[in-house]
Nanobody
């Protein structure tokens, strides 16, 4: 059974940084893409970033491109989200999830898309608050 434990959230001032961790168990990152999603109060869940299984292809929401970086440590079965230049609009609960199926590009590389419906086995999340 796939399980996730997210950590690393907290309170940070605008312009600051946080590094979130998503420790996965019950399966291997070799076979599944992992995505980071966030949900602010009163808003729908939105995709932030994802990393595909075999090829490690990444995708980012336009709102975080150039500020956030997703990475993984397969030995630790953990995915990270480095968040820099944080803005108040980044305040949300951040959760990770596993892609339900494998997506492959026309060139044969694994890939991922930031659609919540593509993902399942959600973690409980970690709160990120950006405020002065």
């Amino acid at each position: 059974q796939a399980q996730f434990v997210e950590s690393g959230g907290g309170l940070v001032q605008p312009g600051g940084s946080l590094r979130l961790s998503c420790a996965a168990s019950g399966f291997s990152l070799d076979y599944y893409a992992i995505g980071w999603f966030r949900q602010a109060p009163g808003k729908e869940r939105e995709g932030v970033s994802c990393i595909s299984s075999v090829d490690g292809e990444t995708a980012y929401a336009d709102s975080v491109k150039g500020r956030f970086t997703i990475s993984r440590d397969k030995d630790k079965n953990t995915v990270f989200l480095q968040m820099d230049s944080l803005e108040p609009e980044d305040t949300a609960v951040y959760s990770c999830a596993r892609q339900r199926f494998v997506r492959v590009t026309p060139t044969g590389k694994t890939t991922c898309v930031l659609s919540p419906s593509d993902f399942g086995s959600w973690g409980q999340g970690t709160q990120v608050t950006v405020s002065s």
